[in-house]
């Protein structure tokens, strides 16, 4: 596949990884968009099961392989969700009140630390948005604090159990 988000990742267990709002390949709702591309910019719940024995936590990521930039976007990032928790509510990119008291937000490609909606450039095409829990073997990923998603992902190969994914869709028709 074109632009494939995992072509250099190390190969490891799958787990699953669901959500209500969305069907893996399927469009993400339009509230999922961003602001400015009329959406709210709202992450949409997660729920995911099966995960190696060993986990000690999660890493959450949202890339854009489809992005016009030469590497990609990243749209969201968190890391040290507990190895208790399967899952995470709508809105919880935007909302610490829905996320783990030992989650830590991490930058996105604007250098906030909220979920950014996807907005594809008009007339673009279809965008893929993979949703990607990554399965750990340490309770805490050491990374700096302002770790960007891609360091974070350089971080975690050392310890990465498992990876499961969800690809949502997303495109901006022509004016």
Known sequence: MANDPNWNLPEVPTFTLTS???ADGGVLPDWARGSDAGGEDRSPALEWSGAPEGTQSYVLTVYDPDAPTGSGFWHWSLTDLPASTTSLP???GTDDALLPAE???RRNEYGTDTYLGAAPPAGHGP???VFTVSALDVPVLEAPADAT???VGFL???HLLGRAQLTGTQETPAS
Do not use: E, M, S, T
């Open 149 to 151: 998603p891609a360091v």
């Open 127 to 129: 965008h893929r948005y």
């Open 156 to 158: 975690l190969r050392v």
């Open 90 to 92: 709508q809105g919880a």
């Open 103 to 105: 989650a830590l937000r």
């Open 20 to 22: 209500p709002d969305f």
